[in-house]
């Protein structure tokens, strides 16, 4: 059962960006729940570091009924949810249907879902947050990835929906990153390409992200709002 402190749901954290937010708020102080889906290295260090670590499949209405389940044997509150797992599948023809249904699973419907059931848990914590991780492409969207996009975008929506809902006991808001890390396999040709995207034309890394929802948690006074952290691409 819980410790004296609520802790911090944080999804998809098996790697990237999710990890970092869980050892950083671990290193902080913070009762850690992660999830994951595919075992990792990172997953056994969460375990390390104190982090209980379940395992969830966000794909179905069954798999995200069950965490929730499982989430509520192990805590009776929650200081926050980060809703940090995502979906990134190509949409091939003929296969466009099944990898919007997806996408929308894990982006939108666990959310959803997970918010609806788990106030219950957040409402026994003072504060209380729920943070989406959007993706600053909604901005403009995409003709190459349309369903990634309007999934996000719907979960910036999910963002406005719960604020009011939740107000003004839980805040409720979003961050929507752009280009925060490049994969090993990124060649010099795309990591100039996608730099030059931006203003500030850095790789980031994943602690921008941190900064962004520690300010989320810390500010009293910030609700349905979605943070951009794109290093100025919006002015480019």
């Not at 595919?38 to 570091?49: H, K, S, W």
């Not at 091939?92 to 788990?118: D, K, R, S, W």
């Not at 040709?189 to 520690?214: D, H, M, N």
């Amino acid at each position: 059962m819980p410790s004296a402190t609520a802790p911090i749901l944080i999804t998809g954290a098996a790697q990237r960006v999710g990890l970092h937010c869980a050892r950083r708020l671990l290193e902080d102080g913070h009762p850690v729940i992660a999830t994951f889906r595919t075992e990792r290295p990172g997953v056994q260090a969460l375990r390390d570091l104190g982090a209980i670590v379940l395992f969830a499949d966000f794909s179905s209405e069954t798999g995200i009924l069950a965490f929730i389940d499982q989430l509520k044997q192990h805590t009776d509150r929650l200081r926050a949810i980060v809703h940090n797992a995502s979906a990134w599948l190509t949409e091939t023809p003929g296969h466009e249907a099944a990898a919007f249904n997806a996408m929308f699973a894990v982006h939108m419907l666990a959310p959803y879902l997970i918010n609806l059931q788990c106030a219950e848990l957040l409402q026994r914590s003072t504060p209380a947050d729920i943070v989406h991780i959007s993706d600053d492409v909604t901005r403009k969207g995409s003709s190459r990835h349309i369903a990634y996009c309007a999934t996000k975008a719907g979960l910036e929506s999910l963002t406005l929906s719960f604020a009011a809902k939740y107000a003004p006991h839980i805040k409720v808001n979003a961050i929507a990153p752009a280009l925060l890390l490049f994969n090993p396999e990124d060649d010099a040709a795309y990591r100039a390409k996608a730099l030059a995207k931006s203003a500030l034309g850095i790789e980031p890394g994943s602690e921008v992200i941190y900064q962004s929802l520690r300010y989320l948690l810390d500010n009293p006074y910030v609700t349905g709002t979605t943070l951009t952290v794109n290093g100025g691409r919006h002015v480019k």
